[in-house]
């Protein structure tokens, strides 16, 4: 049976054009794991002999053939001399082909989970924040900043408001509920809780 060789890696040469042949080198590395008591074996050169038609069919070029993963099959001689075979073994290329890089998977993109969003008890409908009319005993004064804080906070981690704002159900005017109200505004929400009541605390 023939001798038979298979190379994978990339050149280490450019690319040598001698007539119709083309030749190139490439090196591999000994196996670390030598049997127990044997010597270990070393990196081994070798130079490859194709032809043109060999190298067009595999796209191999003077511009890739040291920066793409080359495999070769191929049979080895000792019959070439040493002004033409720079490494240590000729082998005789039967096939050539490029190695297709492996592209990786781009990661799946998750699925955002829409978080459902728990109305706080008593609410009986959500209306647009700027539905609500605050009236002019709220504006004369400000709730405390620490308490707009603890509702703001409260609002982002849970994306609501802790109790639904009472308006009254005709004019929308806002019956209670300022520093929630403030805290809304402040995060900048579309819509908020409320609850309906139809006494007039407020005008």
């Known amino acids: 049976m023939p001798h038979e060789i298979i190379l994978t890696g990339k050149a280490t040469s450019s690319l040598r054009c001698e007539g119709q042949t083309y030749t190139f080198d490439m090196?591999?590395?000994?196996?670390?794991?030598?049997?127990?008591?044997?010597p270990s074996s070393t990196d081994i050169s070798y130079t490859v002999f194709a032809?043109?038609?060999?190298?067009?069919?595999?796209?191999?070029?003077?511009?890739t053939i040291k920066t793409e993963q080359l495999l070769v099959q191929g049979e080895p001689t000792l019959d070439i001399s040493i002004d033409q075979c720079p490494g240590e073994i000729a082998v005789i290329?039967?096939?050539?082909?490029?190695?297709?890089?492996?592209q990786k998977k781009a990661p799946k993109e998750?699925?955002?989970e829409k978080k459902v969003i728990q109305a706080p008890k008593g609410t009986t409908d959500f209306l647009d924040l700027e539905e609500i009319i605050v009236p002019e005993k709220f504006l004369m004064f400000s709730p405390r900043k620490e308490k707009i804080d603890e509702k703001m906070k409260y609002l982002e981690e849970n994306g609501t408001i802790d109790q639904p704002l009472l308006v009254h159900?005709?004019?929308?005017?806002?019956?209670?509920?300022?520093s929630r109200y403030i805290a809304a505004k402040e995060m900048k929400e579309k819509k908020v809780p409320v609850r309906y009541v139809e006494e007039k605390v407020f005008q």
């Open 27 to 38: 090196r591999e590395s000994g196996s670390p794991n030598a049997p127990k008591g044997l």
């Open 51 to 63: 032809n043109k038609k060999q190298l067009q069919q595999a796209n191999i070029t003077e511009e």
């Open 93 to 102: 290329a039967f096939q050539l082909q490029i190695i297709e890089k492996k």
């Open 110 to 112: 998750r699925k955002e």
């Open 169 to 178: 159900s005709e004019t929308k005017l806002l019956q209670d509920g300022y």
